[in-house]
């Protein structure tokens, strides 16, 4: 809530739609952390530590590891470096407290964070002395819960991000996508970035600043989904009011293609479908039927919201592949020349 941080762990069947509490804390109380699923693991990074967010600011670097199978945690510490006043209490809070030799990520908040294959990925965020562009790698094995400890990766080529509050990111194979964030100057680009891990290279698509796509945004969720990044969500503060902006827009970017989609989402005129209010710092997750996503809480001008919500992708009308379209996640990508457009409740072009 908006004067309590918390560290409970809860789950949420999909089945039954049941809530059930499984940890009481895991690690200290914190926000504006990052977490992700690794295999049957849960990995949480960083945020702002401390009970209450109106006496205490405090910035933390912790790493916690959560089994899903069993429900056990440990808090994972960096000895050489700041933020470990949140690492002596786990054991009395039913965790235990490891410390790890060797470099890692400082202490941080909205940082932007993503799972691969054998790493956990950790992407700029504010730290004490302002906004970050690094980027780091925890080399962890999902299968056997084993890790290496964290390596910072070094671009050798490109032109990397400026430093960034509140970005998000999405991992394919070896690269990171990033999209978003606000920098020093309170300007929220809408580039997006990709780090080829394995090169260590920098390319992004700001030659293509032209092209439709969606605008400069913060705490909003992105996830890769079969060939594409989905984005939802998020907003921008007026720097001079103070204003807050939310949306609840959704859009997709096909790796292949490089093509934006807005993906069209509408209330029912009957009332019988609803669509998601307006949010930031919200959750996204892809479906494992690779058909749908769920979308939880919310943070707004009207307050909080521990909302549930399920996206179902459409099928698009055959018109999309007559005009040479590319139908995904429901959506006719139209070539130049044609608009999209419903055909009932299909998705297709109008030339």
């Known amino acids: 809530g908006p004067k309590t941080r918390v560290a409970t762990v809860w ?16 690690g200290p109380p914190r926000a504006y952390h990052e977490s992700r699923r690794m295999g049957h693991f849960l990995l949480s990074f960083g945020g702002k530590c401390g009970g209450d967010p109106l006496v205490n600011k405090g910035y933390c670097n912790d790493l916690v590891i959560i089994n899903l199978k069993d429900w056990t945690w440990e808090q994972l510490c960096p000895r050489s470096s700041s933020g470990t006043d949140w690492c002596n209490s786990s054991s009395e809070i039913g965790g235990q407290t ?79 996508f990033a999209f978003g964030g606000k920098d020093s100057r309170a300007a929220y680009g809408n580039t997006l970035w990709r780090f080829d891990t394995a090169k260590a290279a920098w390319t992004s698509d700001q030659d293509d600043a032209g092209k439709k796509r969606p605008m400069g945004r913060q705490y909003h969720t992105m996830i890769a989904s079969d060939g594409f990044l989905v984005i939802m969500g998020g907003g921008i503060t007026n720097p001079a009011t103070g204003e807050k902006t939310f949306w609840n827009d959704l859009w997709a970017y096909h790796l292949f293609s490089k093509q934006w989609v807005q993906l069209q989402v509408a209330s029912s005129e009957d009332g019988s479908r609803d669509v998601p209010m307006v949010r930031w710092c919200h959750t996204l997750m892809a479906g494992e039927d690779g058909s749908s996503f769920y979308i939880h809480g919310r943070s707004s001008n009207e307050g ?48």
């Not at 789950?11 to 895991?26: F, G, H, P, V």
């Not at 730290?127 to 390596?151: C, I, K, Q, Y």
């Not at 521990?306 to 006719?332: I, K, M, P």
Request: glycine share 12%.
């Open 304 to 351: 909080f919201d521990n909302d549930y919500w399920r996206y179902q992708y459409q099928q698009c009308h055959e018109s999309c592949a007559e005009v040479g379209g590319r139908c995904f996640l429901g959506t006719c990508a139209c070539p130049d020349g044609c608009h999209h457009a419903f055909v009932g409740e299909l998705s297709g072009c109008t030339c």
């Open 98 to 176: 490891s410390w790890l030799e060797g470099p890692a990520p400082e202490s941080r908040y909205g940082h932007a964070s993503a799972a691969g294959d054998d790493a956990y990925y950790v992407f700029a965020g504010t730290g004490p002395n302002g906004n970050l562009a690094d980027v780091w790698a925890f080399r962890f094995d999902a299968e056997t819960g084993s890790w290496r400890g964290w390596e910072r990766l070094t671009a050798a080529s490109g032109s990397a991000p400026p430093p960034l509050a509140s970005p998000r990111i999405a991992v394919v194979g070896d690269e990171l």
């Open 11 to 26: 789950s949420m069947s999909l089945d039954n739609r049941s809530l059930e509490q499984k940890i009481a804390a895991a």
